[in-house]
Protein backbone atom coordinates (compact mmCIF):
# COMPACT_ATOMS: atom_id res chain seq x y z
CA UNK A 1 0.00 0.00 0.00
CA UNK A 2 1.31 3.62 -0.99
CA UNK A 3 2.50 6.11 1.98
CA UNK A 4 -0.75 8.13 2.38
CA UNK A 5 -0.63 11.81 2.27
CA UNK A 6 0.00 13.46 5.68
CA UNK A 7 -1.63 16.29 7.31
CA UNK A 8 0.45 18.93 8.21
CA UNK A 9 1.31 19.36 12.03
CA UNK A 10 -0.65 22.15 13.22
CA UNK A 11 1.47 24.94 15.38
CA UNK A 12 0.01 27.24 17.92
CA UNK A 13 -1.31 29.64 15.57
CA UNK A 14 -3.17 26.98 12.96
CA UNK A 15 -6.43 25.89 13.49
CA UNK A 16 -6.81 22.09 13.00
CA UNK A 17 -10.17 21.98 11.88
CA UNK A 18 -8.97 23.58 8.43
CA UNK A 19 -5.69 21.10 7.82
CA UNK A 20 -8.56 17.93 9.33
CA UNK A 21 -10.92 18.81 6.75
CA UNK A 22 -8.64 19.80 3.91
CA UNK A 23 -6.79 16.26 4.00
CA UNK A 24 -10.11 14.49 4.62
CA UNK A 25 -11.16 16.30 1.33
CA UNK A 26 -8.28 14.60 -0.48
CA UNK A 27 -8.32 11.31 0.77
CA UNK A 28 -12.09 10.59 0.35
CA UNK A 29 -12.81 13.57 -2.39
CA UNK A 30 -14.43 16.81 -1.95
CA UNK A 31 -18.35 16.85 -2.08
CA UNK A 32 -20.93 19.14 -2.99
CA UNK A 33 -24.25 19.27 -1.09
CA UNK A 34 -27.51 18.35 -2.74
CA UNK A 35 -31.23 17.75 -1.63
CA UNK A 36 -31.48 14.65 0.20
CA UNK A 37 -35.48 15.06 -0.51
CA UNK A 38 -38.37 16.14 1.82
CA UNK A 39 -37.54 17.83 5.50
CA UNK A 40 -40.51 15.62 6.90
CA UNK A 41 -39.22 12.29 5.61
CA UNK A 42 -35.76 13.61 6.09
CA UNK A 43 -36.78 13.58 10.09
CA UNK A 44 -38.80 10.23 10.02
CA UNK A 45 -35.90 8.38 8.34
CA UNK A 46 -33.56 9.69 10.68
CA UNK A 47 -35.46 8.79 14.10
CA UNK A 48 -35.97 5.16 12.22
CA UNK A 49 -31.96 5.38 11.47
CA UNK A 50 -31.31 5.63 15.07
CA UNK A 51 -29.36 2.48 16.63
CA UNK A 52 -29.51 0.65 13.41
CA UNK A 53 -27.79 0.12 9.99
CA UNK A 54 -28.25 2.32 6.66
CA UNK A 55 -29.36 -0.73 5.37
CA UNK A 56 -32.16 -1.27 7.39
CA UNK A 57 -33.19 1.95 7.89
CA UNK A 58 -33.58 2.40 4.32
CA UNK A 59 -36.22 -0.77 4.52
CA UNK A 60 -38.31 0.41 7.21
CA UNK A 61 -38.64 3.68 5.75
CA UNK A 62 -39.57 2.29 2.50
CA UNK A 63 -41.64 -0.24 4.29
CA UNK A 64 -43.90 2.87 6.14
CA UNK A 65 -44.55 4.55 2.93
CA UNK A 66 -45.70 1.37 1.05
CA UNK A 67 -48.34 0.90 4.08
CA UNK A 68 -49.33 4.12 4.59
CA UNK A 69 -50.42 6.39 2.08
CA UNK A 70 -49.33 9.81 3.81
CA UNK A 71 -48.11 11.05 7.43
CA UNK A 72 -51.76 12.02 8.27
CA UNK A 73 -52.65 8.01 8.21
CA UNK A 74 -49.13 6.97 10.32
CA UNK A 75 -50.20 9.96 12.84
CA UNK A 76 -54.06 8.57 12.79
CA UNK A 77 -53.15 4.80 12.75
CA UNK A 78 -52.96 2.22 15.44
CA UNK A 79 -48.82 2.62 17.31
CA UNK A 80 -49.31 -1.20 16.85
CA UNK A 81 -49.22 -1.18 12.88
CA UNK A 82 -47.13 1.31 12.55
CA UNK A 83 -44.59 -0.44 14.35
CA UNK A 84 -45.14 -3.80 11.93
CA UNK A 85 -44.68 -1.87 9.35
CA UNK A 86 -41.02 -0.47 10.64
CA UNK A 87 -39.82 -3.52 12.33
CA UNK A 88 -37.28 -4.37 10.21
CA UNK A 89 -35.56 -1.14 11.34
CA UNK A 90 -35.49 -2.58 14.79
CA UNK A 91 -36.92 -0.84 18.06
CA UNK A 92 -39.85 -0.45 16.27
CA UNK A 93 -41.73 -0.65 19.49
CA UNK A 94 -40.00 2.70 20.73
CA UNK A 95 -39.67 4.24 17.15
CA UNK A 96 -43.28 4.35 15.89
CA UNK A 97 -44.80 6.09 19.21
CA UNK A 98 -41.94 8.80 18.43
CA UNK A 99 -42.92 9.39 15.29
CA UNK A 100 -46.39 9.57 16.07
CA UNK A 101 -45.66 12.20 18.68
CA UNK A 102 -43.39 14.19 16.25
CA UNK A 103 -45.93 13.92 13.40
CA UNK A 104 -48.78 14.86 16.43
CA UNK A 105 -46.40 18.18 17.48
CA UNK A 106 -45.99 18.88 13.90
CA UNK A 107 -49.67 19.26 12.94
CA UNK A 108 -50.11 20.78 16.46
CA UNK A 109 -48.03 23.81 16.08
CA UNK A 110 -48.04 24.28 12.32
CA UNK A 111 -51.44 23.14 11.45
CA UNK A 112 -50.57 20.82 8.86
CA UNK A 113 -48.52 17.49 8.46
CA UNK A 114 -45.32 19.64 6.98
CA UNK A 115 -41.91 21.20 7.38
CA UNK A 116 -42.11 23.67 5.02
CA UNK A 117 -41.96 26.56 6.81
CA UNK A 118 -38.37 25.69 8.06
CA UNK A 119 -37.48 27.06 4.28
CA UNK A 120 -38.27 30.23 4.98
CA UNK A 121 -35.65 30.31 8.52
CA UNK A 122 -32.66 30.67 9.43
CA UNK A 123 -30.51 28.49 11.16
CA UNK A 124 -30.70 29.14 14.46
CA UNK A 125 -34.67 29.85 14.35
CA UNK A 126 -35.09 26.48 12.90
CA UNK A 127 -32.84 24.97 14.62
CA UNK A 128 -34.49 25.82 17.71
CA UNK A 129 -38.12 24.89 16.01
CA UNK A 130 -36.86 21.29 15.62
CA UNK A 131 -35.33 20.95 19.28
CA UNK A 132 -39.20 21.89 20.58
CA UNK A 133 -40.34 18.16 18.31
CA UNK A 134 -40.51 15.85 21.28
CA UNK A 135 -37.57 13.08 21.02
CA UNK A 136 -35.60 15.53 18.65
CA UNK A 137 -32.34 15.75 19.09
CA UNK A 138 -29.24 18.00 17.84
CA UNK A 139 -28.48 14.91 15.91
CA UNK A 140 -31.51 14.48 14.49
CA UNK A 141 -32.23 18.11 14.02
CA UNK A 142 -29.09 18.53 12.68
CA UNK A 143 -29.59 16.14 9.78
CA UNK A 144 -32.80 17.78 8.63
CA UNK A 145 -30.85 20.96 8.53
CA UNK A 146 -28.31 20.13 6.49
CA UNK A 147 -29.69 17.35 4.16
CA UNK A 148 -33.08 18.45 3.12
CA UNK A 149 -32.65 22.01 3.66
CA UNK A 150 -29.04 23.07 3.18
CA UNK A 151 -28.32 24.57 6.39
CA UNK A 152 -24.83 24.44 7.74
CA UNK A 153 -25.62 22.21 10.67
CA UNK A 154 -23.34 19.60 11.22
CA UNK A 155 -24.58 15.93 12.05
CA UNK A 156 -22.41 14.54 15.26
CA UNK A 157 -23.13 10.50 14.87
CA UNK A 158 -20.48 8.16 17.11
CA UNK A 159 -18.11 8.28 14.14
CA UNK A 160 -18.15 12.37 13.61
CA UNK A 161 -17.30 12.39 17.58
CA UNK A 162 -14.81 9.63 17.63
CA UNK A 163 -12.63 11.00 15.04
CA UNK A 164 -13.14 14.33 16.25
CA UNK A 165 -11.98 13.73 19.74
CA UNK A 166 -9.48 11.22 18.87
CA UNK A 167 -8.14 14.12 16.70
CA UNK A 168 -8.50 16.77 19.63
CA UNK A 169 -10.57 18.74 17.33
CA UNK A 170 -12.69 18.57 20.73
CA UNK A 171 -11.85 18.18 24.27
CA UNK A 172 -11.69 14.27 25.44
CA UNK A 173 -14.80 15.42 27.70
CA UNK A 174 -17.03 16.93 24.96
CA UNK A 175 -20.22 15.21 24.81
CA UNK A 176 -21.72 14.03 21.27
CA UNK A 177 -24.56 16.79 22.09
CA UNK A 178 -21.89 19.52 22.82
CA UNK A 179 -20.13 18.89 19.76
CA UNK A 180 -22.79 19.93 17.28
CA UNK A 181 -21.50 23.91 18.41
CA UNK A 182 -17.84 23.36 18.91
CA UNK A 183 -17.77 21.45 15.29
CA UNK A 184 -19.91 23.82 13.62
CA UNK A 185 -18.44 26.74 15.03
CA UNK A 186 -14.48 25.40 13.75
CA UNK A 187 -15.77 24.59 9.96
CA UNK A 188 -17.87 27.93 9.58
CA UNK A 189 -21.07 28.64 7.31
CA UNK A 190 -20.02 27.13 4.22
CA UNK A 191 -22.57 23.92 3.17
CA UNK A 192 -20.06 21.86 1.29
CA UNK A 193 -17.80 22.27 4.09
CA UNK A 194 -19.73 20.80 7.05
CA UNK A 195 -21.05 18.77 4.16
CA UNK A 196 -18.28 16.77 3.31
CA UNK A 197 -16.58 17.55 6.72
CA UNK A 198 -19.94 14.87 7.91
CA UNK A 199 -19.61 12.36 5.50
CA UNK A 200 -15.55 12.21 5.32
CA UNK A 201 -15.60 12.40 9.07
CA UNK A 202 -18.18 8.88 8.98
CA UNK A 203 -15.75 7.75 5.94
CA UNK A 204 -12.89 7.65 7.65
CA UNK A 205 -14.55 6.56 11.61
CA UNK A 206 -15.91 3.61 9.36
CA UNK A 207 -12.78 2.36 7.52
CA UNK A 208 -9.06 3.79 9.40
CA UNK A 209 -10.49 5.34 12.72
CA UNK A 210 -12.42 2.88 13.96
CA UNK A 211 -13.50 2.46 17.47
CA UNK A 212 -11.59 -0.81 18.78
CA UNK A 213 -8.55 -0.78 16.40
CA UNK A 214 -7.68 2.62 14.63
CA UNK A 215 -5.53 1.57 11.68
CA UNK A 216 -3.08 4.65 12.51
CA UNK A 217 -0.41 3.09 10.56
CA UNK A 218 -2.56 4.01 7.25
CA UNK A 219 -3.76 7.27 8.32
CA UNK A 220 -3.22 10.78 6.99
CA UNK A 221 -4.32 12.87 9.94
CA UNK A 222 -1.36 11.54 12.27
CA UNK A 223 0.23 14.40 11.83
CA UNK A 224 -2.41 16.77 13.45
CA UNK A 225 -3.77 13.81 16.03
CA UNK A 226 -3.56 14.22 19.09
CA UNK A 227 -4.55 10.33 20.12
CA UNK A 228 -1.86 9.42 17.70
CA UNK A 229 0.78 11.79 19.07
CA UNK A 230 0.27 9.68 22.87
CA UNK A 231 0.48 6.17 21.13
CA UNK A 232 3.71 6.99 19.04
CA UNK A 233 5.92 7.96 21.98
Known amino acids: MAEPTRAPSVDKAGRKIDAVAATLDAAYGPRRWHAHGDPLDELVATVLSQHTSDTNTARAFASLKAAFPDYEAVRAAP ?44 LDAARAWLLGLPGVGPKTAACVL ?86 AT
Do not use: W
Open 79 to 122: TAAVAAAIRTGGLAQVKAPRIQRILDAIAAEHGALSLALLRGMG
Open 146 to 231: LFALGLPALPVDTHVHRVARRLGAIGPQVSAERAHAVLEADLGDDRDRVYAFHLNAIAHGRAVCTARRPSCDRCPLTGCCDYYAVI
